[in-house]
T-cell receptor
Framework: DAGVIQSPRHEVTEMGQEVTLRCKPI?????LFWYRQTMMRGLELLIY????????DSGMPEDRFSAKMPNASFSTLKIQPSEPRDSAVYFC?????????????FGSGTRLTVV | KNEVEQSPQNLTAQEGEFITINCSYS?????LHWLQQHPGGGIVSLFM???GKKKHGRLIATINIQEKHSSLHITASHPRDSAVYIC????????????FGSGTQLTVLP
């Protein structure tokens, strides 16, 4: 298994531009999580999906952020318009169903820089 | 007060030393994770445990549910162990999200 795959690894964009981050979870994992990591705030949960359905998006900072999971093998996190304070590392993680253990696997992250 | 507290925040050790990182939490949990993050790197799950003790190579993780406390030990530390170690708890019940500690920056000097 290739693990959780995120793309791109690095993204540099200008303020105001739209940014789309992508994640492919591990096959068979039915929960998917988007996290953001900054020096100031550490790791924060943005949103998580269970069986492709958004369960908790209370961590999404504002309306500029949106996430979708159109199928079990793909999710996107979009920021439109991007701002410099969005600069962070964004991690995607997936986990197995309840009852099958709760092990998490993280992707390598996308380092976003908004200038 | 944070729900997950780690100590110390920073730790510098000489190669070969025995290292302990502590994690205390204040909420009911169903599992606790120890994660490792190298500089500029991704996050790797080292252990997931809900009771007792687990061992993998030179790493040992213990948890005391009654005391709401977990420790990560590294025996015979090596410079390649230098990383940030993060404790994360999975709350009890049906909630699936992790609550993270602020991490411990470990530096092992040769």
């Amino acid at each position: 298994d290739a693990g959780v795959i995120q793309s791109p690894r690095h993204e540099v964009t200008e303020m105001g531009q739209e940014v789309t981050l992508r994640c492919k979870p591990i096959s068979g994992h039915n929960s998917l999580f988007w996290y953001r990591q900054t020096m100031m705030r550490g790791l924060e949960l943005l949103i998580y999906f269970n069986n492709n359905v958004p369960i908790d998006d209370s961590g999404m900072p504002e309306d500029r952020f949106s996430a979708k999971m159109p199928n079990a093998s793909f999710s996107t996190l979009k920021i439109q318009p991007s701002e410099p304070r969005d600069s962070a590392v964004y991690f995607c993680a997936s986990s197995r169903p309840l009852g099958g253990g709760v092990g998490y696997t993280f992707g390598s992250g996308t380092r976003l820089t908004v200038v | 007060k944070n729900e997950v507290e780690q100590s110390p925040q920073n730790l510098t050790a000489q190669e070969g030393e025995f290292i302990t990182i502590n994690c205390s939490y204040s909420v009911g949990i169903s599992a606790l994770h120890w994660l490792q993050q190298h500089p500029g790197g991704g996050i790797v799950s080292l252990f997931m445990l809900s009771s007792g003790k687990k061992k993998h190579g030179r790493l040992i993780a213990t948890i005391n549910i009654q005391e709401k406390h977990s420790s990560l030990h590294i025996t015979a530390s090596h410079p390649r162990d230098s990383a940030v170690y993060i404790c994360a708890v999975l709350r009890g019940g049906s909630a699936r999200q992790l609550t993270f500690g602020s991490g411990t920056q470990l530096t092992v000097l040769p």
